[in-house]
Nanobody, 128 residues
Framework: QVQLAESGGGLVQAGGSLRVSCVAS????????????MGWYRQVPGEQRELVALIADDGSVKYKDSVKGRFTISRDRAKNTIHLQMNNLKPEDTAVYYCYGDVWEKRDDGRLQSTGFWGQGTQSAFSS
């Protein structure tokens, strides 16, 4: 069973920096299975979960507009790990940050099946 485990959340003052990490376990990357994209979403109470940053298998990245220039997502494919470096943090960045992984598997008929997995979330709060 694929599991995603986040770490590194905490309480930081506005303007500070924080790095959160996520490790995917329970998967052996091979010719028949792997992880395509991994990323970070965040959610505050009463609101929908939103994309913060996403990194594809080819290294291409996508960011939420409000974090561009402040957040950087990186990926270690060999370790099935991603990191999110968050700089110049603002109070509005306070949320539970969730790791996401898109796992693909080649079926017996040759077609690819994709399944999304989520971590449990890590609370990150940034005070003014």
């Amino acid at each position: 069973q694929v599991q995603l485990a986040e770490s590194g959340g905490g309480l930081v003052q506005a303007g500070g920096s924080l790095r959160v990490s996520c490790v995917a376990s329970g998967i052996s990357v091979s010719a028949s299975t792997g992880i395509s994209s991994m990323g970070w979403y965040r959610q505050v109470p009463g609101e929908q979960r939103e994309l913060v940053a996403l990194i594809a298998d080819d290294g291409s990245v996508k960011y939420k507009d409000s974090v561009k220039g402040r957040f950087t997502i990186s990926r270690d494919r060999a370790k099935n790990t991603i990191h999110l470096q968050m700089n110049n943090l603002k109070p509005e960045d306070t949320a539970v940050y969730y790791c996401y992984g898109d796992v693909w598997e080649k079926r017996d008929d040759g077609r690819l099946q994709s399944t999304g997995f989520w971590g449990q979330g890590t609370q990150s709060a940034f005070s003014s």
